[in-house]
């Protein structure tokens, strides 16, 4: 059975940090781009952040480029998202996503062709 199971999120001011934690089982993790997205109250969810099956290669949007970090861990199937200067419009669901790729350095925007998904979990960020 598939599982990606987040954690980490929770209450922080403006300019705080906070790091998610996603730990995935029942599939290969070490063949799957893992990525984060988000949703805010009434909007659509949207990208945040994508690593390779590799590690090698990241992807960020514009709004958190330069103040998140995407890493995981292959040994322990986890990926994290370091989240740091934290402003109030990161407030959102955090969601986990998985997708397999035969292509080790493949990072995909596009939340269609993720086949896994979490639960999420909450961040809020206040001013």
């Known amino acids: 059975q598939v599982q990606l199971v987040e954690s980490g999120g929770g209450l922080v001011q403006t300019g705080g940090s906070l790091r998610l934690s996603c730990v995935a089982s029942?599939?290969?993790?070490?063949?799957?781009?893992l990525a984060w997205f988000r949703q805010a109250p009434g909007k659509e969810r949207e990208f945040v952040s994508a690593?390779?099956?590799?590690?090698?290669?990241?992807d960020y949007s514009d709004s958190v480029k330069g103040r998140f970090a995407i890493s995981r861990v292959n040994a322990k199937s986890t990926v994290y998202l370091q989240m740091n200067s934290l402003k109030p419009e990161a407030t959102a669901v955090y969601f986990c996503a998985a997708i397999y790729s035969s292509w080790s350095g493949y990072v995909g925007r596009d939340q269609r062709p993720y086949a896994y998904w979490g639960q999420g979990t909450q961040v809020t960020v206040s001013s």
């Open positions: 690593i390779s099956a590799s590690g090698g290669i990241t």
């Open positions: 029942g599939f290969t993790f070490g063949m799957n781009t």
